[in-house]
């Protein structure tokens, strides 16, 4: 193995020679460029350059489109500042060139719209702001990021150094990478999920970044303390629920029916917990009907989260609302029927309704 190789002394590879003598200095190159492949910002400004965004037929629409420049280097920048040998540099940027650049995607497109409410004085502004907001966030998620972390792992085992944890914005690529993945898979693996009546997914998820946009609103209503036990029911591939555990100190329960589905839950939760971001004593998952009493007793959680497309397997509100405790916060995309005296609205979370269940049905 190479790095006990160095150690030993036996070396007869230059290159290798050359990655014990600067072992720290190269840690920190490749730890900042794991840190900057995570960010936006740094990918449109080293490798998205080419501009093609225009408006999108009226003065608040506007159509994002960046070029990646195949040729550039400056992303590996950093590197030759480091005033490292240059036949070592050179070893490296092939290296990454060959792992990161030819897995870019080719482009990054996307709409931004703003809202029509918006005076024309300030639409620029407002653009502007939607604009570096998506490429901040969005553009690395559309990244096979999770891959480009894990190479650069590997280089560092390679050079013998130590594999530190993800940062903030790193498990945030991470997370989206993997449940980008996740769903894609699921579909391919598992056709029953595409409602062919509705012509669209049951397995549909608002995805990573507003999973964590919930739990930020959700905390600021105090809603996930340490003691709070979240629940979304129909999990899918557990997006909110391991987006709970990891950002707020709530236990978080996923309920999903679908068994193969639920697998794929838990591929994840091994790839998430092997980065050392998630807290396993305060996740559960269950696999089964939850309106089953076999398998579930909505009667205990504080916060229910539930994104039920209408389609084959619609999730009954008021079912939900039969089930859980007076006191008892829901966020749903759609509301009860029947139910609608035992419960009281709340301010939208997430841009979802929400409200709470003030009482047990008259009779009850
Ligand atoms: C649209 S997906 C939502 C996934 C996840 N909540 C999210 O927002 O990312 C709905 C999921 O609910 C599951 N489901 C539907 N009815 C269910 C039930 N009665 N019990 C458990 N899971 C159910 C489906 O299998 C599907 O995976």
Request: proline residues 4%; hydrophobic residues 40%.
């Amino acid at each position: 193995m190479p790095a006990k190789q160095m150690e030993s002394g036996f070396l007869t590879d230059p290159i290798e020679n050359l990655l014990g003598v600067h072992r720290d200095l190269i840690a920190q190159a490749l730890l900042r460029l794991r840190r900057d492949l995570a960010d936006g910002t740094f990918l449109r400004q080293q490798l998205y350059t080419l501009d093609d965004s225009r408006f999108a037929g009226n003065t608040h629409h506007y159509w994002i489109r960046l070029g990646l420049d195949s040729a550039s280097q400056t992303w590996l920048q950093d590197l030759e500042s480091r005033k490292l040998p240059d036949r070592l540099v050179q070893w490296l940027k092939s290296q990454l060139n060959r792992k990161i650049l030819l897995r870019l995607p080719q482009e990054y497109s996307t709409l931004v719209k703003v809202p029509f409410s918006v005076e024309i004085d300030s639409v620029a502004d407002e653009r502007d702001e939607r604009i570096a907001w998506a490429i901040k966030h969005r553009l690395p998620a559309t990244t096979p990021y999770s891959i480009f972390h894990s190479e650069i792992n590997r280089l560092l085992k390679y050079i013998g150094h130590e594999i530190q944890p993800p940062n903030e914005s790193e498990f945030d690529s991470l997370f989206a990478h993997y449940g980008n993945n996740a769903i894609a898979k699921s579909r391919n693996r598992f056709p029953e999920v595409w409602d062919e009546l509705r012509g669209h997914y049951i397995l549909d998820s608002r995805g990573s970044l507003f999973a964590k946009s919930l739990v930020t609103e959700l905390k600021d209503r105090k809603l996930l303390l340490s003691s709070s036990k979240f629940v979304d029911i129909g999990s899918g591939i557990g997006t909110n629920v391991f987006a709970v555990n990891h950002y707020s100190k709530a236990h978080a329960t996923g309920i999903e029916k679908h068994p193969g589905i639920m697998r794929m839950s838990h591929v994840l939760k091994r790839r998430l917990l092997r980065v050392r971001r998630l807290d396993a004593t305060r996740l559960d998952f269950v696999l089964g009907d939850a309106f089953d009493s076999r398998a579930a007793n909505l009667g205990q959680y504080d916060v229910f989260y539930v994104y039920s497309p209408i389609g084959k397997w619609v999730i009954d509100i008021d079912m939900i609302v039969d089930r859980a405790k007076v006191g008892s916060v829901m966020v749903l995309n759609r509301l009860p029927i029947r139910n609608r005296d035992m419960i009281e609205p709340l301010n939208n979370v997430a841009g979802l309704y929400a409200f709470r269940k003030v009482r047990e049905k008259a009779g009850d």
